[in-house]
C-alpha cells in the first residue's frame, strides 16, 4: 500500500512562490508514476505535472516556464515548485501515483491514479 502525504500549501500573493512536497512511507517513489494534480472549486481536477521512474518530468500548458516537478529519491519526495504564481492557481492540490508499467499512457488524467495524498490548499491573492 503507497500511503502519499502532501504539504506545503498555504496563502500567497500574485507573482510570488510556493514549495508543495508530498512523501511516502515504505515504498520508494522511485518505482511509481507520480503526478500532481489540482482542483478548483466547481472545477474537474487537473493534472499539473507528472514524472516518470527516471524522474523525466513534464508540465501542463497552463503551468509550463513558471512551476517545476522534481523528485529527491534520497528523501524519498516528490516537489512542486511554484513560482510566478497567478490567482487562477488558487486550488486544492493533490501529490498522485499509481504503479503500472506505462508511466505515460493516460498521465493527464486522474482516474489513472490509484494512490492519492490528502491535499493541500493552495490559494493566491491579487
Known amino acids: 500500500q503507497l500511503q502519499l502525504v502532501d504539504s506545503g500549501g498555504g496563502s500567497v500573493q500574485a507573482g510570488g512562490s510556493l514549495r508543495l512536497s508530498c512523501t511516502a512511507s515504505?515504498?520508494?517513489?522511485?518505482?511509481?508514476?507520480m503526478a500532481w494534480f489540482r482542483q478548483a472549486p466547481g472545477k474537474e481536477r487537473e493534472g499539473v505535472a507528472t514524472?516518470?521512474?527516471?524522474?523525466?518530468?513534464r508540465h501542463s500548458d497552463s503551468v509550463k516556464g513558471r512551476f517545476t516537478l522534481s523528485r529527491d529519491d534520497d528523501k524519498n519526495t516528490l516537489y512542486l515548485q511554484m513560482n510566478s504564481v497567478k490567482p487562477e492557481d488558487t486550488a486544492m492540490y493533490y501529490c498522485?501515483?499509481?504503479?503500472?508499467?506505462?508511466?505515460?499512457?493516460?498521465?493527464?488524467?486522474?482516474?489513472?491514479?490509484?494512490?492519492w495524498g490528502q491535499g493541500t490548499q493552495v490559494t493566491v491573492s491579487s
Open positions: 515504505r515504498y520508494p517513489l522511485s518505482s511509481a508514476c
Open positions: 498522485a501515483a499509481h504503479v503500472r508499467y506505462d508511466c505515460y499512457l493516460d498521465s493527464w488524467s486522474s482516474a489513472s491514479y490509484k494512490y
Open positions: 514524472i516518470d521512474r527516471a524522474g523525466n518530468p
